[in-house]
């Protein structure tokens, strides 16, 4: 007799590529909106008379937003499901992303990113736990390897409709409004996504859940029993989770808070190591942007082969070690800068890739969109603080003190992953997400 496969042991079909494809359009827009801005600051500061003072508000304001984007709709994406949220977020991206393009005063851009900032943020615990619930576990890492590949097309992107924006009047203008386009595109491709199965089954809803499996993916398909249970968000600080939490959360702010700060502000970076002023400065970012994004191929598939702890723990000691070059020798040749930053930047892909992956393996489903959205959240604490202080930081103390700070949060994350990663490469959702599981080295269970 035929064994039935389960949704974590079959191949990709047409559809979850498809799914996989336009579910990576919210990190795309974060990318996008996180790094036009500090293009567009070039034309916007003179504007609007933009001090060290605003010029922080602004780039903190969209990461503020994020924090509580992320915190609340995570939650309320496992209380009402994935796909609803799935296409609501990317109309109201589209929405405020054109009435950015009209504000005349500091307090209205502050406001506007601090707004775009909480419906990018909602589209993270959304589209990754729907993409990790479809996704069969062979494929699990390198399509949310491919998702965390794409905040770095938008990155690149935007560094690119900026240098070609940069010299036209207003051109801040377009440059903020351009969200709009791929906000139509995406909205399009995500419209009729089904909901996820195993959510529907993780509220007692098993005939529509197996109506949509059959549909999409024929009889052979065996649905795995998923307890019913109602989402309770202080699950996620229980006892067992509690500790997953504060390890995802410190790893990603870790991840993070170095490389926004390098996005955000990095014409400002780039020029304080000597590459000059416009349209050079933003060649620069667009060389370090596709670092970031190559380092991401190679670490979808390494997290099968070697693994997600050794891949972590080895990415986190590289990258420290390359901003260690930075801030030692703040004054070092150009070709030694873009060495170290393209160095650092490369092995970012693992732990880019694995601040999506490990929340979504290491919770269940009832609670998986908001313990993503919280980790995200706990990691925005970090990330908010440091794009704030950054600007006033390196004016005061100059930009080889400024790289000294992120090696201390690199290696921070080299500690925590040392003392706390978990290896879960190649277990079912069900493993990875029970606090029962013992876990190859590992300290969380």
């Known amino acids: 007799m035929k064994t039935k496969k389960t949704l974590d042991d079959f191949e990709l079909t047409p559809f979850l590529k498809k799914m996989i494809l336009f579910a990576s359009g919210g990190p795309f827009l974060d990318g996008y ?22 010029n922080a508000l602004v780039g903190a304001a969209a990461l503020a937003g994020i924090f509580i984007g992320t915190a609340v709709f995570g939650y309320l994406t496992d209380i009402v499901g994935r796909q609803k949220m799935f296409t609501i977020d990317i109309i109201a991206i589209a929405l405020i992303s054109v009435a950015t393009m009209f504000v005349t005063t500091p307090l209205q851009l502050v406001i506007m990113r601090f707004l775009i900032g909480i419906v990018i943020g909602a589209d993270y615990p959304i589209a990754t736990s729907l993409v990790a619930e479809f996704t069969p576990r062979k494929y699990r890492a390198i399509s949310i390897g491919f998702i965390a590949a794409v905040w770095y097309i938008g990155a690149t992107a935007a560094d690119v409709v900026g240098y070609y924006l940069i010299d036209v009047e207003d051109g801040w203008r377009f440059m903020l409004g351009s969200a709009f386009i791929p906000c139509v595109i995406l909205l399009i491709g995500r419209w009729g996504t089904p909901e996820s199965p195993r959510w529907l089954l993780s509220k007692g809803r098993t005939d529509e859940a197996r109506a949509i499996v059959h549909r999409l993916f024929g009889d052979d398909i065996e649905l795995e029993k ?88 080895g990415s986190f000691a590289i990258m420290s070690m390359a901003l260690a070059v930075l801030g030692i020798f703040p004054n070092a040749n150009i070709v030694v800068v873009v060495a170290a930053f393209a160095i650092y930047a490369f092995f970012s892909g693992g732990p880019g890739i694995l ?31 440091s794009t704030y202080t950054l600007p006033i930081f390196m004016a005061s103390h100059g930009i080889g003190p400024t790289m000294m700070i992120g090696v201390a949060i690199s290696v921070l994350g080299l500690i925590v992953s040392i003392a706390m990663a978990p290896e879960t490469k190649g277990l079912t959702l069900a493993q990875s997400s029970s606090v029962d599981f013992k876990y190859k080295k590992n300290k969380l269970a």
Request: charged share 15%; aromatic share 14%; hydrophobic share 50%.
């Open 33 to 54: 909106v996180l790094v036009i801005i500090g293009v567009a600051l070039a034309q916007l500061g003179p504007e609007l008379h933009l001090d060290a003072h605003w």
């Open 226 to 313: 998923e307890e019913v249970k109602k989402t309770r968000y202080s699950k996620i600080f229980e006892k067992g989770y509690f500790k997953r939490m504060l390890f995802v959360g410190t790893i990603w702010a870790c991840q993070v808070v170095p490389m926004f700060g390098l996005y955000t502000f990095g014409p400002q970076i780039m020029s304080a190591f000597g590459f000059g002023v416009g349209k050079q400065v933003i060649l620069g970012d667009i060389v370090i942007s596709m670092f970031f994004l190559i380092g991401c191929i190679p670490a979808m598939f390494w997290l099968n082969s070697i693994g997600r702890r050794p891949l972590l723990i």
């Open 355 to 385: 601040q999506w992956l490990y929340p979504n393996e290491l919770f269940p489903t009832e609670i998986r969109a908001s313990a993503v959205g919280a980790a995200m959240a706990f990691s925005r604490i970090g990330t908010v603080l």
